[in-house]
């Protein structure tokens, strides 16, 4: 029997992960110490009021039913941390829990894309954000994120069709995988080319409880007008390690969340309710355990970046996310093939920056899940590889 699969099914191959994690399991068979910086999974635990409250809550058989909806205490539990944290005023039905931003983000497009419309996504930027509207038969427009521009888009250098065009953008600063936080200026000028052109903005917030240099993450919610043209995607994974719960929201504008709800549930029977309990803790308990996370972070970026520049690799900090973004070293240009060299000759693992879009070219994202003494050694086993001497120029 010839099995018959879907255009679009076909379309989605493979990539440079599944070559990295054989390569990986061959050094590991090898005996070889590996550093695997490739994937941006927190290694931190969760805080122990957390657990407590998924563990409690997992206790009680009620909570193994259908949730259908939030919790009410989850609303007022996000409507008050949205309060504290950033100062913005939400209302219960302007706000929705989702299976992780992922799921939200990828979904969405089917409320507010028809076939043949236009999205813009970042390049480089994210995979899922043009995932969606590709799975809805929609266009995708990528703006370019460029070193020379901050990795901040030219808004007006948008082509006037195209900006015309456009069913809605995806913004997300701090960014993955450029690791860049955009300044009140860009979020204020967003708003007015959003106005300008309806355009509808879906703003990507995974990674604003971790930012270095004494910034202060903010929401895109902040700033006036922005209810009025989009969302945000708030999530717990990075910010609290809820990672494998799957916790996030959709927040903003009234029309687009409920819009997006009423399609939901057509596939969603909610959130499972001992998570639901741990989301209202970890919204409602203390927050030092966040920003004390966010240190060590930033200790382990300064730890990774300073290193690697020590050595002769110049990469530059990073002002947010739980990662860095390093130009490949002199010598190289294919990100994929240096990828592979790269844990051949030291054991580090990272990701190619093609896998972001063709602007992520030239780039490679490490993920700081070691502790520094762990980076450390990883930045010694670099420096031992001698692949920073290589004088060959790859094709």
Known sequence: MKLQFSDKANQIKEGIFTVLDAKKNELLREGRTIYNLSVGTPDFRPMQHIMDAVAEAAKDP???????????????????????????????????????????????????????????????????????????????????????????????EIPEDVARRAKFMVVSYPANPICKVAPESFYRELIAFAKKYEIMILHDNAYSDIVYGGRKGGSFLQYEGAKEVGIEFYSLSKSFNYTGARASFALGNREIIQKFRALRTQFDYGTFLPVQYGAIAALEGPFDGVEEQCRQYEERNRTLCGGLRRIGWNVPDSEGTMFVWAPLPEGYTNSEEFCVELMEKSGVICVPGSCFGSLGEGFVRMALVLPPEELEKAVESIARSGILQTEKVQN
């Not at 941390?81 to 209302?91: A, D, I, N, P, T």
């Not at 899922?128 to 990795?151: H, K, R, T």
């Open 62 to 156: 009620k909570n193994y039913k259908y949730a259908l909806v939030e919790l009410p205490e989850l609303l007022t539990a996000m409507q008050g941390f949205y309060q504290r944290r950033f100062g913005v005023e939400l209302e219960k039905d302007e706000i929705m829990a989702l299976y992780g931003s992922q799921e939200g983000m990828s979904h969405i497009a089917w409320a507010l894309c028809n076939p043949g419309d236009l999205v813009l996504v970042p390049n480089p930027g994210y995979q899922i954000f043009s995932i969606g509207p590709e799975l809805c038969d929609a266009g995708v427009w990528a703006y370019p994120l460029l070193p020379e521009n901050q990795f901040l888009p030219k808004l007006d």
